[in-house]
């Protein structure tokens, strides 16, 4: 076996790894998903179980409810607890870099249809992903399985490609109809990930943000600004929650290094109408005739 096939199966290896904690992590979170329990336990769970099992957080656990489609995190100290919601937990481990990311909706909003349009679509999906396909035929037969149902996909959400210590990369996976997309290979690690709402099919930035990442590197004059960002490297490229940090000026110094340019934030992003969301995502490697789900 030469180095370069010794490094490619090392890091096949690694995802492999990270999804196989992922799988683990989420079948255990997912049951405590009810009416009543704490969205901030459920996050905490997510997180400290990954690194029990051998992984690390590769973003904050999403806690997603209704209207909100993602980017939506429980703060430091919260105490938010889960009622008649649609939610969305999306959650990511990784492995020396090599990122699995999956999620799932658990409706306890007794609208079931909704849940199992992005489920549905999803495995529709992953059934024709093989290499050389293009992606806009995962688009369209997202799309299809969603308004099969009377719902309709989030269009301006896509799924991606992943890389070390990059949660998102090319290829965008459409969830729409689109005119031109590109050819899959194969090898190429994607997470496929549709979104079906009951309300106008698109989202936009709220009003708050409880992840963020570093975006670039500059001098930084203020103490509290300088040292927050030395807590920030362990992160490298990948989002961080808030509450991971430590400041008794948080807040004050994340507004100087997000004015810098050094840091960016995630605003929770929200369905235009109001409508209900639900998302369903897994990590699969493209196979010559047909691909494999790393986070299954």
């Known amino acids: 076996m030469t180095d370069k096939l010794k490094d490619i199966e090392e890091i096949i290896g690694k995802y492999t790894t990270a999804g196989k904690i992922l799988s683990q992590v989420r079948e255990e979170a997912k049951d405590q998903i009810k009416v009543g329990a704490k969205l901030f336990d459920v996050a905490e769970f997510v997180e400290q179980r990954s690194i029990e099992l051998g992984g690390q957080p590769a973003f904050p656990c999403n ?9 939506a995190t429980p703060s430091a100290g919260d105490d938010t607890v889960f ?40 495995y529709a999906a992953i059934d024709i992903i093989k290499g050389g396909i293009d992606t806009k035929e995962i688009g ?23 890389a070390q210590y990059f949660t998102h990369t090319p290829p965008s996976i459409p969830n729409k109809h689109i005119d031109h997309g590109v050819i899959l290979s194969e090898g ?31 001098p930084v004059r203020l103490p509290a600004a ?26 004050f110094a994340l ?32 196979t010559e005739d047909g691909c494999e789900i790393l986070t299954k």
């Open 63 to 71: 806690i997603s409810r209704n209207d909100e489609a993602a980017h």
């Open 83 to 122: 009622g008649k919601d649609m939610v969305k937990m999306d959650l990511g481990v990784h492995v020396d870099g090599y990122i699995a990311d999956a999620a799932l909706t658990v409706d306890l909003s007794g609208n079931p249809d909704i849940a199992k349009a992005s489920e549905d679509a999803l």
């Open 140 to 162: 369209a037969v997202i799309e299809d399985t969603i308004t099969g149902y009377g719902l309709k996909p989030i269009s301006n959400l896509t799924g991606h490609g992943l």
């Open 188 to 218: 190429d690690i994607i997470a496929i990930e549709p979104f079906a709402t009951d309300g106008g099919g698109k989202v936009a930035d709220g009003s708050w943000a409880e992840i963020y990442h570093v975006v670039g590197s500059k």
């Open 226 to 251: 300088r040292k927050l960002l030395k807590q920030m490297e362990q992160y490298k490229t990948l989002p961080f929650a808030k509450r991971w940090l430590e400041s008794d000026k948080l807040d």
């Open 255 to 286: 507004v100087q290094l997000e004015r810098a340019g050094v840091v960016a934030s995630y605003p929770v992003l929200k369905e235009v109408e109001g409508g209900l969301v639900s998302q369903a995502e897994h990590t699969v490697i493209v």
